[in-house]
């Protein structure tokens, strides 16, 4: 007999506000893009571009907002996951439908805007890009010393450390001219200045997001800003859920619920779950669940119909027509017709396969821990990061700028973490 046990959850620093206030803090920064993200799924013409100009308009003058608010709050809304765009069609996120009942969503949705601080505060124009990446992968050391401190540091300490750190990133590439001490180093003369201008740049960023206070020369995390740096140091997976009671829940619940449970036990939920349902009523419920915009329900939802089976072939077969559900059911038909679940992936061309993973890398983004986003880098098709990353600025996933910016954040190599961030950057800046 074996027991199913999980890792308690580390507490938070002491003085650490409620998960309740700390999202009245993340909705009231986010506000602006949580009404620009409802009145573009919902209240502008349809079938005109995505906030083009002329919606711009509309929406400023509809919410009482000026034109630059306006672009602001539509980047946030993106970034944050609160919409989704389809071509020409703008709808809501998940995050955008869970807003005002689920903090954890909107906790989240913060974490994804903390993340993409650099995108939406472009950079000094006269500074060259490649410095501007050393920073931005120096920062979270700033952030360390910020929530290590707990209170207000002096912005030259800040800088102090900055650039060591700098200069430490360019020893580890050998950046270093031929014969220098191998102590890292402060910067001096022309070195001093960009770095000095990039660590304003950063600290007006990551304010501009809510994560941090500026005042008289000094910056102090906000409690949003502490509890992420702490969520980030210790890696936490939150949003579990418990395996019990799940039989007279609807499918959305019944699968969030089984969203921790390993595969057996999962199989165990879902057949009790059907058995107390006519198939067709289940199998209709659990495909409008997959229809919805949280990729990791979308992909339990396709693992309970393979439990259905046979019965459910016909309406899997009719979801193949749409593109967000095919490939989960071109693999569903796949296995159902006794393919190898290790082989069923082969009827998927290459384009179906990344809009797949990109997906998955939505779920593993939204609900798991950084290590879980690392491995998934592992299982693209494409053979090198270059080509993963053509392809998926190529896919048109709704979910695109987000799932970058997530590995970006998450990876430890720093050169392959630029390449990253800079796709993220092409794609958010392309698709407005």
Known sequence: MTTRRTRPAPRPPEGTPAPAELARQARAVLADAVRIARWAASDRDP??????????????AALGLSMDEVRAGWDRARLAGLVELHGDTVRPGWRLRAWDRDDMAVLRGWVALFDAWSLIHPAPGDVAPAAVAEVVEAVPQVLSLLQLSAGPVLTPALLDLLQQRVAELREERCEVPYGAPAEPQTGSGADEAPVAALLDWALEGLSAVGALTLERGEATLTPLGNWAVWVKLEQICVAAQSPAGNIEQSAEDMLRGCARLTPGPA??????????RTVSS????????????????????????????APAESEVRAAAAEPSLRPYALLWLAEHEGADPEDAADVLTREEATWLWVDTAAAVADHGEPQLLLRHLDSAVQGTVPALLEAVR??????????????AAAHPDPALAKAVRRAAFQVHTGGV
């Not at 199998?283 to 089976?309: I, P």
Request: no cysteine.
């Open 47 to 60: 079938g005109s571009t995505p906030l083009a100009v002329g919606a711009q308009e509309r929406a400023a």
């Open 267 to 276: 199989r165990a939920e879902y057949r009790a779950w059907l058995a107390a």
């Open 282 to 309: 289940a199998v209709g419920e659990l495909l409008t669940v997959a229809r919805g915009e949280d990729a990791l329900l979308r992909g339990l939802a396709f693992e309970a119909l393979r439990v259905v089976g």
């Open 394 to 407: 190529a896919g048109g996933h709704p979910r695109t700028v987000q799932v970058l910016v997530a590995l």
